[in-house]
């Protein structure tokens, strides 16, 4: 081997390792590039998630407010048929208990 020959390679040799940590470099800045790529796009995804997800809490809660309303309008006019529906069965009870009474009297006044 010549002495430029060695020269060559000894210049050569330093080159080689920082060819390779240049290159790792390059490759571990790109891995980080893809990295914060995709936490970027699992971010977006998550707050797509949470905000169709407070949509639809918000729907449910609405849903159910407007089923109690209307619940509570069935019920109260449940209650008020009952109330009409008692307050004629009172009316007829008393209608009964007046004339059982002018029976009683009428029968009392024959003895």
Known sequence: M???????QDVAAPSQPSNQIAMLLHELNESQKQM???????????????????????????????????????DDEHNRQMRMLLERQDRRDEEFRRQQ???????????
């Open 2 to 8: 010549t002495n430029s020959n060695i020269a060559a």
């Open 36 to 74: 914060r790529m995709l936490l970027e796009r699992q971010d977006r995804r998550d707050d797509a998630f949470r905000q169709q997800q407070a949509q639809r809490d918000d729907d449910y809660r609405e849903q159910m407010r407007i089923f109690q309303e209307r619940q509570a309008q069935r």
């Open 101 to 111: 009474t002018e029976r009683d009297q009428k029968l009392d006044a024959m003895l």
